[in-house]
């Protein structure tokens, strides 16, 4: 179970939990603790807006990913051109679609369409009212993180999500296929493991 806790609080960067909880139950992590702030400040990076900073630091921690990973350097490469808009960049944000983004493009059509989407921003004085709004949502930011988040993960050889909500969702399945089938004492509480008497 301890490892359990561990993986999660590493996968979803606590790391000074993760420490705590080291020298409290013994568990050692499977991966250096000093790279869990490196990722952590990419994360922030990217869901703060500062994605060329973002970058810098995923290039620092390891080069290979998104030279690997082209999708992941072409989300960045859009999310950077999206806060060139958000910030009324108008200009600087169309040379930076036509020099960075749009010869990825011609390599993929995926990429292609996206930058579509995203330019598509710069038709709309009143973004509320554009199609492709949610592109400029707080949610796209924690998007975009998460995927770099994943890749780092993946690049040090660790799962790039953590293993205790799967394990959980798999325990509230199984229940849920005995409760169809059988009387048995169900888990009430998660927490403390108290049992419910089958027969009530």
């Known amino acids: ?9 590493v ?6 939990v993760a420490e705590k909880f080291r020298m409290e139950s013994g568990t050692q992590p499977d991966i250096d603790l000093a790279t869990i702030t490196d ?6 990076a990217v869901q703060c807006g500062n994605v060329e900073d973002a970058i810098e630091k995923v ?22 051109l999206i806060e060139l808009i958000r910030n009324g960049k108008v200009e600087e944000a169309l040379e930076f679609a036509q020099e960075e ?10 990429f292609l369409e996206e930058l579509e989407r995203t ?6 004085e009143d973004v509320s009212n554009c199609p492709v709004g949610e592109l400029l949502d707080m949610s796209q930011r924690l998007k975009t993180a998460s995927e770099v988040n994943a890749a780092i993960l ?3 050889s660790h799962e790039k999500d953590p293993k205790l909500p799967s394990l959980l969702k798999m325990l509230i399945w199984a229940q849920n ?16 493991a108290t049992l419910e008497d089958p027969a009530v």
Do not use: C, W
């Open 1 to 9: 179970m301890n490892k359990l806790v561990m993986n999660f609080l």
């Open 11 to 16: 996968t979803e960067g606590y790391v000074e």
């Open 39 to 44: 990722r952590m400040a990419v994360k922030k």
């Open 59 to 80: 290039n620092d921690l390891n080069p290979e990913i998104l030279d690997t990973n082209p999708q992941i350097f072409f989300h960045l490469q859009q999310q950077r």
């Open 101 to 110: 983004l749009a010869p990825r493009g011609e390599e993929n059509q995926s």
């Open 119 to 124: 330019v598509s921003l710069l038709a709309f």
């Open 154 to 156: 993946t690049s040090q």
């Open 177 to 192: 296929q005995l409760d169809e089938k059988a009387a048995y004492p169900r888990i009430n509480d998660l927490l403390n």
